[in-house]
């Protein structure tokens, strides 16, 4: 166990030199470059399997559930491996997050409270759930987030409001305690005061692609959790299934690679890292502001509902951050912060590529240009 480690690149055949394409089968992985957060120095660490769980990638968009760790690396570093990424247009907004700037991660407001009567009005005060959908309030997630967004952008508000004042104080205070403790904190009182609200990105329910016992399309790798893409959760996630993916995937994948670990021998040959020509890089400006702005470009343009000319306009602002974080990649020593914004930017772009391939709207997909599902045959 080394804490305070982070996984910069899987090692495989291209460490070697030699070839390694997409698509093709006999990638393997040999282990990672990982560096120790403590000396900054950059290790290798080879493995006969690696299992990777690295969770997701909320940290694309501007307001977000996930914790700062959620920036899409397993998924950012095996697409660099070459290997298989799949579903990645299919990203969960959470429909009530606490509207709170600056307070990142948001702080959730739970479903249950419209479960319990909570309503969603807009900032006029008006009911708006029954106009997207006969179930109101307790309309699926991905309803709920549309309808807000829409919502917010006719009116030009920043957010909507969860309304709970209606209920009954005690019984409000007994069923959400941590809610309501987290609003009196900001001078909310849930039983006299509606509680501003916002979408926020929350899950992804594609990444690397795994088989039913979480092998990835690179041999010697398994991905479970968030980072993988079993196909379980369709295009549109049901609350708290997370743990098939987390759970029930973590113990096939351990029991495949304990029962296959005997065929496989260390590498020998793999080079250390090499950061020779590489210096600290003195404006960290430069990569604060680009992740500002990865941000706000996939939150404008590739959040909750999509069109082709927003899309198209994100690859393009996003194409220019990419080749300006490249560049000071290879120029700089490696760091957390730039290998972070890095492998935003790599999943930032599937996210756009995924969305642009998938000519129809689908579970949590919603393009204003194919706005209907197009049935399978
Ligand atoms: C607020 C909130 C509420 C949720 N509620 C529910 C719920 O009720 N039910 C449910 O099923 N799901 C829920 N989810 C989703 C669920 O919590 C996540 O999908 C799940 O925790 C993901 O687990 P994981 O192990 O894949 O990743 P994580 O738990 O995110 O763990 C990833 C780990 O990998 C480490 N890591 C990341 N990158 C690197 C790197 N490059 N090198 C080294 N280490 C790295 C991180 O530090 C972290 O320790 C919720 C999520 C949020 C944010």
């Known amino acids: 166990m080394l804490e305070r480690h982070f996984a910069v690149d899987l090692i495989t055949q291209h460490h070697l030199g030699k070839i390694v394409k997409r698509h093709l089968t006999d990638i393997e992985c040999y282990g990672a470059y990982v560096l120790n957060l403590e000396s900054k120095q950059v290790i290798k660490i080879l493995s006969k399997t690696t299992l990777l769980a690295s969770g997701g990638a909320g940290q694309l968009y501007s307001t977000t559930t996930n914790p700062p760790i959620a920036t899409g690396d397993g998924i950012a570093m095996v697409y660099r491996a070459k290997g298989i ?59 709920v987030a549309r309808a807000i967004d829409n919502e917010m952008k006719i009116h030009g508000h920043d957010f909507v409001y969860l309304d709970m004042t209606h209920l009954e104080e005690k019984a409000l205070k007994e069923h959400f305690p941590n809610i309501t403790e987290k609003c009196k904190s900001l001078g909310i009182d849930v039983a006299k005061e509606m509680i501003p609200v916002v979408p926020a990105a929350h899950y992804i329910c594609g990444g690397i692609k795994v088989d039913m016992n979480a092998q990835t399309w690179i041999k010697r790798l398994y991905a479970v959790g968030e980072v993988s893409s079993t196909g379980l959760h369709g295009a549109n996630r049901l609350a708290s299934n997370s743990l098939i993916e987390a759970i029930v995937f973590a113990d096939r994948a351990v029991k495949h690679a304990v029962e296959h670990a005997s065929e496989y021998q260390f590498a020998a040959t793999i080079p250390g890292w090499d950061d020779s020509g590489t210096t600290h890089p003195e404006e960290m400006v430069l990569i604060t502001q680009n992740l500002k702005e990865v941000k706000q470009i996939m939150s404008n343009y590739v959040g909750i509902v999509r069109s082709d000319l927003r899309l198209e306009r994100a690859t393009a602002r996003l194409e220019i951050i990419y080749r300006e974080t490249e560049t000071l990649y290879r120029k700089s020593r490696v760091s957390l912060r730039i290998c972070q914004l890095r492998n935003l930017i790599n999943v930032g772009y599937l996210v756009i590529k995924m969305a642009q391939a998938r000519k129809e709207s689908r579970g949590l997909h919603y393009n204003l240009d194919y706005p209907r599902r197009i049935e399978n045959k």
Do not use: C, W
Not at 90 to 115: D, K, W
Not at 116 to 133: A, C, R, V
């Open 85 to 143: 990424i799949e579903n990645l247009e299919f990203v969960q907004f959470h429909p009530t997050s606490l509207f709170n700037p600056g307070e990142t991660p948001s702080f959730l407001i739970s479903e249950a409270m419209r479960g319990y009567g909570g309503i969603l009005k807009n900032q006029l005060g008006e009911k708006f759930m029954n106009k997207y959908d006969e179930r109101g309030s307790l309309a699926p997630r991905d309803i």
